[in-house]
């Protein structure tokens, strides 16, 4: 997930399963980094003071992006397509929501093991090896 006007980029597998509108994903985002940054090691006072600068700056921005104060864009990519967004105008497209369809790079592929995967003729190098694939 990234959201290229708050200079946010979320890795995949950080967020875990989640259920939620767009308003709870970027609290969750914005808690969840908080803490790891202000609540640990040389956060809070014995941060510098440009660094923490910096930081309250990014957090007030997606503070006001959960208001709806200001206008961004969210960008899923889903390589394993196990994300689903609700449209609340359905059955009729929402025009605020804009989906595409694209193939998997060749790091993604390699990321989720599909290049190592063989889905066709697996049986004939079965027998050649000298496994069945009859169960007997």
């Not at 290049?115 to 007997?136: I, S």
Request: proline share 4%; hydrophobic share 30%.
């Amino acid at each position: 997930m990234s959201c290229p006007e708050l200079n946010l980029s979320v890795e995949p597998g950080t967020l875990g399963g989640r259920f939620t509108t767009v308003e709870g994903i970027l609290t969750q985002v914005r808690d969840d980094l908080r803490s790891s940054i202000f609540d640990t090691g040389d956060g809070g006072d014995s941060m510098e003071v440009a660094t923490k600068t910096k930081w309250d700056s990014f957090f007030d921005k997606l503070t006001e992006a959960i208001n709806g104060e200001v206008k961004f864009t969210i960008i899923l990519q889903d390589p394993l397509a196990s994300s689903y967004v609700q449209s609340f105008t359905a059955p009729e497209p929402d025009p605020q929501i804009k989906m595409e369809e694209y193939d998997r790079t060749e790091e993604e592929e390699e990321e989720l093991g599909h290049k190592d995967m063989k889905t066709e003729g697996y049986e004939e190098d079965a027998e050649v090896n000298g496994a069945a694939t009859n169960g007997t």
